[in-house]
């Protein structure tokens, strides 16, 4: 299912760039042939089909890994407690499992609601900004909803970062409060590991969490991942752009529009609907 996950993005580019869409279509296809000559169906035509299939599945050894900052990630290692079991998987029953994975699909929709949403209300806007907020949350999106989320895939959400970063210099929408401020500072101080571990180590008591939670087999790097200091920063991030996505929207565009239309075929019906009432 995670592999499937890019498809979120071919999903903005449908609604906000065609021209975007029909490449991320070709690449996608040029990759299926490469994968069926160089290395048979399995890689091939076989490929999509057999992922597929495979979301269907009861078992997914990627949810319970101990290193998961996808919405998933936080409801199972809640549901478990934060503890380990056999190596580096959570220590969980099959029922609180099942009931983890109703909840991340639960939790999972609005996301993806708001996601479609957004995306479908801007598709007429041709402002850049608006199109890298919406890019943004689209890369987002497809981080939290995914099965699995380690730390090396927050490299997707450098587009993000950039985005903000350069609405912040731009001071807009407007002059950035200090709690959006200081959240973008702590979400690139948490998923990029700014604070060395050592630092970490030595402010947490690190040895006794590991005992306390059954984690003497993770080092302080994997301990780190374990207890979703990445996870939080890309909740932070999230949130960021969706007060970015919010404090930018123009209001009420779509009425504008339809005035502007009405305008066109009748002026003096426009007039009245510009009029204030008396």
């Known amino acids: 299912m995670t592999k499937l996950l890019p498809f979120v993005v071919l999903a903005f580019f449908a609604l906000r760039d065609r021209r975007a869409f029909v490449v991320g279509v070709i690449g996608v296809a040029a990759l299926v042939v490469v994968g069926q000559v160089l290395y048979g169906p399995l890689m091939g035509l076989e490929y999509l089909p057999n992922i597929l299939v495979s979301t269907t599945q009861l078992t997914d050894w990627t949810a319970p ?22 190596a580096y998987f959570l220590d969980m029953s099959q029922e609180s499992e099942r009931a983890a994975r109703l909840i991340s699909y639960v939790l999972s929709v609005p996301v993806i ?5 957004v995306a479908w209300r801007g598709r007429a806007s ?13 890369i987002l999106v497809m981080l939290l909803v995914s099965p699995s989320t380690p730390h090396e895939f927050m490299l997707l959400a450098l587009p993000a970062y950039a985005t903000a970063i350069r609405l912040f210099q731009s001071g807009i929408p407007r002059p950035w409060p200090r709690l959006a401020t200081g959240s973008l500072a702590l979400s690139i101080a948490l998923v ?29 790097g994997e301990f780190y991942r374990f207890l979703l200091f990445p996870g939080v920063g890309l909740l932070l991030l999230c949130g960021l752009m969706v007060w ?14 339809a005035t502007a239309a009405r305008a066109r075929i009748d002026p003096g019906a426009a007039s009245a609907q510009r009029s204030p009432a008396t």
Do not use: C, H, M, Q
Request: no cysteine; hydrophobic share 50%.
């Open 65 to 86: 890994w101990y290193e998961n900052d996808a919405i998933r990630g936080f409801v199972y290692k809640i549901a478990a407690g934060f503890r380990l079991g056999n």
């Open 113 to 117: 609601a708001y996601f479609a949403f």
């Open 126 to 138: 041709a402002d850049p900004r608006r199109r890298a907020i919406e890019f943004s949350i689209a």
């Open 192 to 220: 990029a590991t700014v604070v060395p571990l050592s630092v970490v180590t030595s402010v947490l008591p690190i040895a006794w969490l590991r005992d306390l939670v059954g984690a003497g087999l993770l080092d302080p």
């Open 244 to 257: 970015l996505e919010l404090t930018t929207r123009e209001p009420r565009a779509w009425l504008r529009t």
